[in-house]
């Protein structure tokens, strides 16, 4: 058994690229995806609020895991071959989707109805009471809870080593069998993880401060 | 994230997938063509499996495993492709159709044959418990009471369970690294391994005195195919014939398994 030298530590370096990739599908797809099912849950149609809701409940009581399983079995158990990168990306944008929708939900519903009603009497139609009045309110409440979920969702990918995905942690745990020195392997990776999730905790930070400060200038 | 932490759940998850997967396996019968005209054979291995399917200095996939997996793929004059999977995940692979074939340490059980078809056997080894000197283990007996060590998913978690010694407890770990450095970290009185592993630990911790305890049951080993490839299978075991013969089976296992191999029993 050999030890973990400069071969090794390139090898879970490169699988971080897939780490990213999949962290950056999954938030691309769910932000669409939750943006689309935001929308859809504030309609004024019942339908499709319950769709949008069940939907999202669904997703939320699923453990991720099982989503991923049955994206890359499950779909091609039925006739549709992904691939590792596909099928894990749709899982966690399905997942991505489903939380990123009750963050923004709730950052709309947060915004009191006087603000509706208000754009409402300035002769603004539904659209454009949402565009131009309830929106840049909610968009600055929901930012500090979206940006904590990414670092969330980044962590998550790591499931994905569970179907085999050599992303970070499945690297991690090849090294760590090639070497047998997990603490030295896993280190490396938590480190990585670090890095990735810290621009994203500073952020989350800064624009919590900065919401507190305008809520106090508020308050004066 | 519950499921994770519960391997019988989503083994279950996963048998569930597998049995979906059955009723599909009819269409890919045709498994040895389709790997001709695709000029690409897709091989499940585990590479978190030390010796089996492992990594070499340079990071690219080694061990047994990934040798018989080449000389396959050269013999059927293809290109190799291996699919990583993981203990759990080699099964539900191969039945959904992402590999032709498992490579990977597949021990062959009545219950696998459920699902797949077993090939000649390629390998078989003695698994071992291994613990510190100071630990009486004289018999399988002697497991009781204690806490022992294996890898999920791997033949030593089957043969264990198995052996059913009242009082014994049975601790899993994600692969043989974890287990392993369980055993050095104190976590668990013994492990069960394999001899090559076994001598690798003693090289790296000689002031801990560990040694082999007991051996279990034979660990034979065999490549498994989706069921209804019989062309493909016949296949294998020709492949397997030869090479048994030639030498060159044997010889990729000394390499990897530290010891020569004994005489396999066929089909």
Known sequence: ?220 | MNAASHPRCWRSVLGAFAFFALSIAGAHAQTFDAIQKRGKLLAAINLAAPPFGTTDSQMEPAGYDVDMAKLLAKDLGVSLEIVPVTNESRIPTLLTGKADVIISVLQITPERAKSVMFSSPYGMHQSLVFAPAETKIASLADLSGKRVGVARGSVYSNILAQAAIPGMQIIQFGDDSATLNALVAGQVDAVGTVTFLANELKKRYPDRHFEQKVALQDNIYAMGVRRGDFDFLRWLNTFIFVHHHDGEIARSYEKWMGEPLRNLPTF
């Not at chain 1, 691309?28 to 689309?36: D, E, K």
């Not at chain 1, 085999?164 to 480190?191: K, M």
């Not at chain 1, 989350?204 to 200038?217: A, C, D, H, P, Y």
Request: charged share 10%.
């Open chain 1, 1 to 220: 058994m050999r030890g973990i030298g400069a071969p090794e530590l390139t090898y879970i370096v490169f699988a971080a690229r897939w780490t990213i990739l999949l962290s950056v599908m999954a938030l691309v797809g769910g932000g669409f995806f939750g943006a689309v099912l935001t929308l859809a849950g504030i309609s004024r149609s019942r339908r499709v609020r319950l769709v949008v809701t069940g939907f999202v409940q669904l997703v939320q009581g699923t453990p991720l895991l099982i989503l991923l399983l049955l994206a890359y079995f499950g779909l091609s158990a039925s006739g549709l071959e992904l691939g590792a990168l596909l099928s894990s990306a749709l899982a966690l944008t399905l997942y991505a989707g489903a939380f990123l929708t009750t963050i923004w939900q709730a950052a709309i519903d947060a915004i009191r109805p006087g603000q509706w009603e208000g754009a409402a009497a300035l002769g603004l139609r539904r659209s454009q009471q949402l565009r131009l009045v309830i929106l840049p309110q909610a968009v600055r409440l929901a930012l500090p809870p979206t940006c904590g979920f990414v670092v969330q969702a980044i962590k998550n990918t790591s499931l994905a080593s569970i179907i085999g995905f050599i992303e970070l942690t499945r690297a991690g745990q090849i090294v760590s069998n090639a070497t047998f020195q997990p603490l030295a392997a896993f280190g490396v990776v938590a480190a990585l993880y670090f890095l990735l999730c810290l621009p994203f905790t500073l952020l989350t930070e800064w624009l919590e401060g900065r919401q507190t400060n305008l809520l106090k200038g508020h308050a004066r």
